[in-house]
Every structure is written in structure tokens, then in C-alpha cells.
């Protein structure tokens, strides 16, 4: 039976979704550096000589051109950043925000609001490339650890925060106004995107190489109870803290300066 044909681009392509598919297997834990070309080979069907002419045009040896191009193919498609694909816990937060109205007070929505964070921390942490753009920046991110610094790999590292980044700006605008708060001086939601999704990339980056990360028991709690805490929602309260201040022209805020008085 003879082999199925394909054109250079058919060539490519197919090898580059069977290295998304592998990379989907190994998780962010293995990054770009564990995508082996020929087992994308073996996945797609695609001839091995076929493959080395396609990822053996370039001043790169095979292997380095077929992650290249599986950066930028993840960069250039990661999905789309949604509220409602975030965590289900988040949203509960939120929908109890809305339900609270006109009733809330200071100390109810700066609880609210600590918890949005502690609740998000935690879902941010178990990101995939697959679902979330903070997984797709992440994905690309941790795969310069497995390259020698490129140009191209450079740029699409930059594109990938540059887009989840301001995926990210929608969100939090929309919470500021749940709760009642603006941006303090000199702070601008790139700013402020930029400060998180960072906070977040480095604990994922951590966590590939300490998986067990401690977590706190603080007094967070409505009634004062203990509530899991990670390291990185304790970071990200430290950065909404500094990044806003009640908003005088609403009638109620929360407080973010004073999370634990």
C-alpha cells in the first residue's frame, strides 16, 4: 500500500498538530522541550523525509525548527479569553457579589473581593495550554527553557503576553466596578494585567520544578474560619492591594489596603 502524500504546507501543518496533541499529553510540566519530532512524525503519517525537508530549510537543526514553528503555531491560536470559562468557583463569587446590591457594605465586598483572588489563585494554577490563555502564554513561556534564545521564539513570547494580557483587561475592569474600585495613580489595567498574569506565570514556572507548593491556613474566613491559601494568591492579593483604592464617586468599595485588619 503506498504512503499517503503530502504537500510541504499539508507537511507541516500535520506535524504540527500532532506536536499540539503530544504537547496537550505531557502538560506544561514537559513543555515544548519534550515534543519529539519523530514521534510527530509517527503520529501524522507524515514521511520522515518529507519532515526534514520541511523543518530542515533553516539555519536550525530539525528538532529546534519543529519546536519554532509549534511556538508560534500555539501563540498565533491560543484560545480566547472568556469570563465564562473561568473557574466555576470565581463565578459564584461573582453572581454572590451581584445578589448582595445595594446591601453591601465595605467589609462584605473587601471579603468578596478577597476571596474572588484567593478562589482565582487557585484555578490559575491548574491552567492548560489547552483552555486558558494564561496556559498557552505559559506553554510558550516554559518552552525558552529548552531553547537556545531565537529571534522568532522571542517574538512570539512577547505576542503571547501581549494578547493574554489584554484578554485579561475586559475582566478586570468589569471586577473594579463590581466592587466598587479604581486604578490608584500612575496604575494602568496594562499595568495591572501585566503585574498579575507575571505573578502567575512564575509560580506555574515554580511549580514545574517544586510541584508540592506549601499552602497557609489563614482567618479568612466570614466567620473567621481557616481557608487554604497558596503562595500565589497571597502575591496577588499583595498586588490588587497596591493597584487600587475605593472609587469616591461610588457609594460603597471595598477596602484592598486592608486585607487582614
Known amino acids: 500500500m503506498s504512503k499517503r502524500k503530502f504537500t510541504k504546507d499539508q507537511a507541516k501543518n500535520a506535524l504540527v498538530e500532532a506536536g499540539r496533541e503530544i504537547l496537550a499529553e505531557v502538560g506544561l510540566s514537559g513543555g515544548v522541550g519534550r515534543v519529539a519530532l519523530t514521534e510527530a512524525i509517527n ?17 536550525l537543526d530539525p528538532q529546534r525548527a519543529f519546536h519554532e514553528q509549534l511556538i508560534v503555531d500555539i501563540t498565533e491560536s491560543g484560545p480566547a479569553f472568556d469570563v465564562a470559562s473561568l473557574a466555576e468557583s470565581v463565578c459564584g463569587v461573582l453572581d454572590e457579589v451581584k445578589q448582595v446590591g445595594v446591601e453591601a457594605t465595605p467589609e462584605a465586598l473587601t471579603w468578596y473581593l478577597r476571596d ?15 483552555e ?21 521564539v522571542e517574538a512570539a513570547v512577547r505576542q ?5 494580557v489584554n484578554a485579561l483587561i475586559p475582566f ?26 507575571s505573578a502567575i506565570l512564575g509560580a506555574l514556572l515554580t511549580a514545574r520544578v517544586t510541584p508540592a507548593a506549601p ?6 474566613g466570614k466567620d473567621d474560619e481557616p481557608q487554604a491559601w ?8 499583595g498586588i490588587v492591594g497596591q493597584a487600587t483604592a475605593p472609587d469616591p464617586r461610588m457609594v460603597v ?5 486592608r486585607w487582614f485588619i
Open 43 to 59: 503520529r501524522s503519517g507524515v514521511p520522515r523525509p518529507s519532515a526534514y525537508r520541511v523543518f530542515g530549510e533553516t539555519d
Open 230 to 237: 497558596t503562595l500565589l494568591g497571597i502575591t496577588l492579593l
Open 172 to 197: 478586570l475592569r468589569e471586577v473594579l466596578t463590581s466592587f466598587g474600585l479604581r486604578l490608584r495613580d500612575g496604575w494602568t489595567f496594562i499595568d495591572l494585567g501585566s503585574a498579575l498574569i
Open 160 to 164: 503571547a503576553e501581549e494578547v493574554t
Open 132 to 152: 486558558t490563555p494564561i496556559g498557552a502564554y505559559m506553554s510558550v513561556l516554559a518552552s525558552t527553557l529548552d531553547e537556545v534564545r531565537n529571534d522568532r
Open 215 to 220: 499552602e497557609f491556613q489563614l482567618t479568612t
Open 253 to 257: 468599595s471595598a477596602q484592598p489596603s
Open 116 to 130: 474572588l483572588v484567593r478562589v482565582a489563585a487557585t484555578g490559575a494554577q491548574a491552567a492548560t495550554f489547552t
